[in-house]
Every structure is written in C-alpha cells, then in structure tokens.
C-alpha cells in the first residue's frame, strides 16, 4: 500500500507542478511536515496523495484513455507472443493477442454499434484522419492500451493511415520527422508550418504525447511511434529506459515492447532509428516482427545497417515493413540537407518511391518546408510514409 501511495503522489506532485526532484521525494517532505510524520509512512503518504489530489483533481485527467471492458482476464500480450517462437522461431500467431476492446455490456447498444469516424479526403482536398483510438483496435496491455488487428481484420496500419488521392503514376516521396515530442517548441513548429503529407515518429519518452498526436493528428499528419532498439556502445549510449536488447530474454523484449506501444495511441506503426546491435540479431528481431504483424503494424527502420534482419524477419512474419533511402539531415546544415533530399528524388525517379528521414531539428523542419512545395512541379507526389511502406513497387 505505502508503495501504491508513494507512485500516487508522485504522480500528483509532478502534476500540481513541483519539478521532478520534489516528486521523487515525497517522504522528504513528510519528514518536514510534523502532521504527516506523525502518521506514520503509508498512512502520511496516502494523506499526502489525497491533500494533492484534492487540490489538482486526477493528474491523468488531461491523458486521453478509454475504458474498456476486457474480458475476465487481463490481455497477456508477452506470454502470447512468446508462442510465436517457441520451438522452431517462426512465427505462428497471425492473430492479434489478447481480447478485443469493447463497450461495457451495459452501455446502450447504439452507442456500440455507433461508426468510428474515418479517413476521408473532402471534395475540397481537406484530409480528415480517423478518430483514435478505435476501440477495436486496442486492448488493455500491461502498461496501458495496445494496438490489436480488429475482429473485422482492420489494422492501425491502414485506419490510422493518412488518405491518399488515386494514385498518379508520377514517383512517390516519403518523409518522416523522428524526434517529436522531445522539443515543444519544434514539435509546435513541425505541426504548424509542415504539410500534413509529412510523417511525424513520437519518442517514446516525451511529455504529453497524447496531447501532442492529438494535434498533429487533427492537423493531417499520420503518426508513428519511436521503439528504442540497442546500439553497439549500449549502456554508454543508451535509448532510454525499456530499450529492446539483443541478449535479453524474449519475455523480457516483449514486456519492454508492450510498454512502448502503450505510450499512446493512434499510430500506423514502429519507426527504429539507430540501434544496429539489435536489427543485427535475427531472432530478437523475429520476435518484434512477429509481434508488428500481429498487431496490425507497420515497421520502418532508418537503412543505416547493412547488417540490419529486418526485411529478412519482415518476410518470415508477414509485416509490412521499409528502409529509409536517406537520412536527410545526418550532416546538420542547410546545404547537406538540401543535397540528401535532391539524393532522395533521385533515387524516388529510379525505383518509384522513396522513404527519407530525419529529425525535428529546427533547420531540417525548414529545409523541408521550402522543398516540399518544389516537387509538384518536378513531376513527384508527396505521400505519408504507410503509402510508401504499404504499396510499394514490387
């Protein structure tokens, strides 16, 4: 209980605004606190949650979440998972885990037969992005909601995807900003001045990022989540907490993985940028292959390995999946980021398409802005990065 009620006012103190060294001691402030100390550390500390709370209201209440109905039993996404590789480490399940979310059994039946609202490009060209979370695409994880192929077959690949006009037949350039959510001010930035074609990839250890996709979302563009993989001078350079490592456990990959995928919602799917160890490792990445496909995923990896096995584990689970042609902005000037995007046409003109990508950073988000509005007239079509993975030329 006091361990239940430390988290609780950490929480609440974070919310009510007290920075991250006060909330990571609440019993600190109980030891000056002659009321408190008196009650003793559970009871002070439950006291303590309850003082703050009624002061704020529930620190989660501008997090957006559903209320689910489940099942009897919690959805138990590692062990299913873990079925995928048992044994020869094919992957075996097609289906995704757990129990589909819906309404409570209570709640009327038009509310539950109520049409989700989805992806639709107006007569005037306004593209409006499907509503999340669809409730048949999530189900209750261990850390929160996670994505799951709809009872119809629906993926979050294809729902949360932003539409695209009939195609053209001119070539297609794909671009994703990685990095959003870290930097208010440039995420603010991207979202305002970037066309809506343009792909935005969440990290995973950002502020607010509900409230963040929410936005760009409501503004056009598609959404992806950043999934930590380990690079070679782990722990030195190191991700951030959850971090998929190469010799862990597959139980342990998968709880890591679950909690990424449950930092929001609304995504068509995984963006990996660095971490060669782990797209080096061909079982581990089976494993979080296997769980992409089954979960209705795209996966997007940066193209900087040569050693990479994702195309590879790609292909043994079904997933949908593409390497970026070109980091944009690996030299961080003005006059190399406009030489990898002419690098980008080029390659988009000999194969059909193209995937480029780069980073929130103030000069690639310019670069980009004032190149973007060129390629209509060079004979390209912009398109979201799940155009560019999911119809791709064969």
């Known amino acids: 209980m006091a361990t239940a009620s430390m988290d609780l006012a950490r929480t609440a103190m974070r919310s009510l605004g007290l920075g991250a060294r006060a909330a990571a001691r609440p019993r600190e402030l109980l030891r000056r606190s002659p009321l408190l100390a008196g009650m003793g550390g559970g009871a002070g500390l439950a006291l303590l949650a309850a003082l703050v709370l009624a002061l704020l209201g529930d620190p989660h209440g501008g997090r957006a979440r559903a209320v689910l109905a489940i099942g009897e039993r919690p959805v138990p996404p590692a062990d299913a998972l873990m079925s995928m590789v048992e044994d020869t480490g094919e992957p075996r399940l097609l289906a995704a885990p757990g129990h589909a979310a819906h309404l409570p059994a209570d709640a009327p039946q038009t509310e539950e037969a109520a049409p989700q609202e989805t992806a639709r490009i107006a007569p005037d060209g306004t593209v409006t992005l499907a509503a999340a979370p669809d409730l048949a695409l999530v189900a209750e994880g261990q850390f929160g909601l996670v994505p799951i192929i709809a009872s119809d077959g629906r993926r979050a690949a294809e729902v949360y995807a932003r539409p695209v006009p009939p195609p053209t037949g001119r070539p297609r350039i794909a671009i994703v900003l990685a990095g959003m959510g870290l930097s208010p001010s440039a995420t603010r930035k991207a979202i305002a001045s970037l066309p809506g074609e343009i792909t935005f990839a969440f990290a995973p250890h950002g502020e607010g990022l509900q409230s963040w996709v929410n936005r760009a ?95 590879r584990a790609a292909r043994a689970s079904g997933a949908d999946a593409a390497l970026a042609d070109r980091i944009i902005d690996d030299r961080l000037s003005r006059e190399a980021i406009d030489l990898k995007l002419l690098e980008l046409e080029r390659v988009a003109a000999s194969r059909g398409v193209a995937i480029g990508l780069g980073f929130a950073y103030p000069a690639t988000i310019d670069q980009v802005g004032a190149w973007v509005p060129t390629l209509r007239a060079k004979g390209y079509d912009l398109v979201p990065v799940s155009d560019a993975t999911l119809h791709r030329p064969s």
Do not use: I, K
């Open 217 to 311: 979302r409501a503004a056009g563009h598609e959404a992806m989540l950043e999934v930590p993989l380990e690079p070679f001078d782990y722990p030195q350079n190191d991700p951030g907490p959850n971090t998929l490592l190469a010799g862990a456990p597959t139980s342990d990959n998968l709880r890591r993985l679950d909690w990424t995928l449950s930092r929001f919602t609304g995504y068509t799917g995984l963006l990996a940028q660095g971490g060669p160890r782990f797209t080096a490792a061909e079982d581990a990445m089976r494993v979080v292959l296997a769980a992409v496909s089954a979960r209705g995923l795209l996966y997007v990896e940066d193209g900087a390995s040569p050693r990479s096995q994702a195309l």
